[in-house]
């Protein structure tokens, strides 16, 4: 059991951190340089498709990342610690998604061409801020979850 929730923690979170990181330095600047119309309605299909699978995925790798802190109580002190401090990289992520992108999303998903593109510009840089940030807590989740998985084994 525990090994299941280890391997599932791991690619989950480095699916995300993937897509979180991917999206943030690949993706969105090449999206950004679009003309505004163009750019509106890339960003609206963007939300569409990533709006299907995160709001699923994000909360269940917190989940699955505290089953993986609860079933690693009678590991080493070093793995255990590892494993919270994933987990808190992941409950940051989650109050950042719902706090400030999650809004964000909302406007973005009713924008419409007619309203001030000025206004729409300032929208998607704040989201790529804390998108960086998600991206990079993901990230380092991924690689404590790693170290961890290694580190148990030894």
Same mark, same amino acid.
């Given at each position: 059991?525990?090994?299941?929730?280890?391997?599932?923690?791991?690619?989950?979170?480095?699916?995300?951190?993937?897509?979180?990181?991917?999206?943030?330095?690949?993706?969105?600047?090449?999206?950004?340089?679009?003309?505004?119309?163009?750019?509106?309605?890339?960003?609206?299909?963007?939300?569409?498709?990533?709006? @299907?699978?995160?709001?699923?995925?994000?909360?269940?790798?917190?989940?699955?990342?505290?089953?993986?802190?609860?079933?690693?109580?009678?590991?080493? !002190?070093?793995?255990?610690?590892?494993?919270?401090?994933?987990?808190?990289?992941?409950?940051?992520?989650?109050?950042?998604?719902?706090?400030?992108?999650?809004?964000?999303?909302? @406007?973005?998903?009713?924008?419409?061409? !007619?309203?001030?593109? !000025?206004?729409?510009?300032?929208?998607?840089?704040?989201?790529?801020?804390?998108?960086?940030? @998600?991206?990079?807590?993901?990230?380092?989740?991924?690689?404590?979850?790693?170290?961890?998985?290694?580190? !148990?084994?030894?």
């Amino acid at each position: 059991m525990k090994t299941a929730i280890e391997l599932t923690s791991l690619v989950l979170v480095g699916w995300i951190a993937g897509a979180e990181l991917g999206s943030w330095c690949c993706v969105q600047p090449v999206v950004g340089r679009l003309p505004y119309e163009q750019y509106v309605v890339a960003e609206q299909g963007m939300l569409r498709t990533f709006g @299907r699978v995160m709001p699923v995925l994000m909360p269940l790798s917190g989940i699955v990342a505290i089953l993986l802190v609860l079933v690693s109580r009678g590991e080493s !002190s070093f793995v255990f610690w590892l494993r919270v401090a994933a987990a808190l990289c992941l409950a940051i992520t989650v109050v950042t998604t719902l706090t400030v992108n999650v809004p964000i999303n909302t @406007r973005t998903a009713t924008w419409q061409i !007619s309203h001030d593109s !000025s206004e729409w510009h300032a929208m998607p840089e704040r989201w790529h801020v804390f998108q960086g940030i @998600r991206g990079g807590l993901f990230g380092a989740a991924f690689l404590l979850l790693s170290v961890s998985l290694v580190a !148990s084994r030894r």
